[in-house]
């Protein structure tokens, strides 16, 4: 697709897609992304590895999604279609190929983490139902592809009344493990570690894993296509993303340090629930069925970015126009749904997908890196015009060397 297209192509019509997104419904879908299935297991493994200084190393990586945030903002305001990265690889580097590989990369690796989110939700569903995990796993699949293909707005308004559910959770687990749980973890001083040391290591090691839990928030460029006024409206949900998850990030996981000792967090699976270990049936029940929620809305999520990537690539003639097909009804991608839910089942009940899950980060890193270049080259060039937000060059040359950094500690 021409890049004069990407720039004119925002008002929607016949075949396209339904701009009904306002700043409300596209902050709760990046943070239904962002503030999901992620912060409820990764407390205890980037504790394994930073200790105490757990919160540094989610600061630290709150700080190096910002750089790449903001260019994302520019971009996505500058090209606001579905399959986004896709579309700024190809304005930034006039190449065909590489943005198709960037488009499948972005889709592969949310596929990828949604089988690996449905297998979590089945295990939990199997406490409180009694059927097999792959007939669970069939269901929940199947339910969030009809959610899904239902409509846009609907379906993120499903996900947002999730998304506030989780939220709330977060929210509620911080006031108990500050205030009610015995502390029996550190105390808040002891997580702010010396300027120098080895535990720096540690802290820089357990940012990659925190940075999985930021990934989301560029998930929101693939949606751009439904979103209204997006010149306004996508910078704006970017940040108000980035702020309210690095906070519910931060605090929640000085809460868990505070109420459970480090080597606990270290070896459970579960880490946010050791913080209602004395806490009423009824309470700790109802932590659990937020966790469960929050596993479930990541796999809708999911779906919806991982569909409009391929709808992206197949409107802009790399992918076969069936996936550019869209509801004369709903206004939604169904054939490109259909396909992500089929993969993203088949994944879940047939491939070992631990140590892809494992590379999303890295995965998502390299695609920010790319993304980054493709905007230097742009203004470099000086392409692009007025009418869309713009940050500073400084931003996607800080976000190329700091998502290298980070790319680089998984090496060390």
Not at 65 to 76: D, I, M, Q, R
Request: hydrophobic share 60%.
């Amino acid at each position: 697709m021409p890049v004069t297209r990407l720039q004119s192509d925002t008002s929607g019509g016949a075949g396209k897609l339904r701009r009904s997104l306002g700043t409300g419904l596209l902050t709760l879908y990046g943070l239904g992304v962002t503030v999901g299935a992620g912060i409820y297991v990764l407390v205890g493994t980037t504790a394994a590895q930073a200790g105490a200084y757990a919160p540094v190393s989610f600061l630290l990586a709150a700080i190096v999604v910002a750089f790449t945030a903001f260019s994302y903002a520019e971009l996505a305001t500058r090209y606001p279609v579905s399959a986004g990265e896709a579309a700024y690889v190809e304005a930034g580097f006039r190449s065909g190929r590489l943005a198709v590989a960037v488009g499948l990369a972005v889709a592969v690796s949310g596929m990828v983490s949604a089988a690996a989110v449905v297998i979590g939700a089945a295990s939990y569903l199997q406490g409180l139902i009694a059927a097999p995990q792959a007939v669970l796993t069939v269901a929940i699949v199947g339910i969030m592809a009809l959610i899904a293909i239902w409509g846009i707005t609907q379906s993120i308004t499903v996900a947002a009344i999730i998304t506030v559910i989780e939220i709330g959770g977060l929210v509620f687990l911080s006031a108990w493990g500050f205030g009610l749980a015995p502390p029996l973890g550190a105390s808040l001083s002891e997580m702010v570690p010396p300027l120098t040391g080895a535990h720096w290591s540690g802290i820089g090691a357990a940012s990659l894993l925190a940075f999985f839990a930021f990934i989301g928030f560029e998930d929101m460029a693939n949606v751009a296509e439904e979103v209204k006024d997006p010149v306004r409206t996508i910078p704006r949900a970017i940040v108000l993303t980035l702020v309210v998850a690095s906070l519910l990030y931060i605090v929640t996981t000085a809460a868990v340090l505070v109420a459970v000792p480090v080597n606990e967090l270290a070896a459970s699976a579960a880490p946010l629930s050791l913080v209602f270990q004395t806490a009423p049936e009824p309470v700790r029940q109802g932590f659990a069925i937020i966790a469960i929620v929050a596993t479930v809305n990541g796999v809708l999520i999911q779906m919806i970015m991982a569909s409009r990537v391929l709808f992206g690539l197949a409107d802009q003639g790399h992918l076969p126009p069936v996936l550019a097909r869209v509801s004369t009804r709903t206004q939604t991608p169904v054939v490109a749904t259909l396909l992500v839910a089929c993969l993203i089942l088949g994944l879940a009940l047939a491939v070992p997908i631990a140590a892809l899950a494992e590379r999303t980060s890295q995965i998502v890193l390299l695609v920010f890196l790319v993304v980054n270049v493709a905007l230097i080259r742009l203004k470099w060039r000086g392409e692009g015009g007025a009418g869309h937000f713009t940050v500073p060059l400084v931003v996607p040359v800080m976000g190329v060397l700091t998502s290298l950094a980070l790319f680089a500690t998984a090496w060390l």
